[in-house]
């Protein structure tokens, strides 16, 4: 059995409410992702996706990847997924 000490019960105190609240976060960027249909809808979608990008829950690229190709399904019509 591995030793346990107080900084590191700590670290994993701290690394489990990180994941918890990083994994909420995802959870809703996906959510508005696929709930984007109007112009309304696109930019809360797109909000959530710049704000886990500074967060760094995901990264910056996937982000604008993620913004470019639901601004271009909107464009094309197709919102009504």
């Not at 994993?12 to 992702?33: D, F, G, H, P």
């Not at 990264?59 to 993620?66: E, F, S």
Request: proline share 1%.
């Amino acid at each position: 059995m591995a030793k346990r000490s107080r900084s590191g019960l700590k670290r994993k105190r701290q690394a489990e409410s990180r994941r918890v609240a990083n994994q909420a976060m995802a959870s809703r960027v996906k959510t508005l992702a696929k709930q984007a249909t109007t112009p309304d809808t696109l930019q809360d979608a797109i909000s959530a996706l710049d704000r886990a990008a500074a967060a760094g829950i995901i990264h910056k690229n996937t982000a604008a990847r993620k913004k470019s190709r639901l601004v271009k399904r909107l464009r094309s019509g197709a919102g009504a997924v």
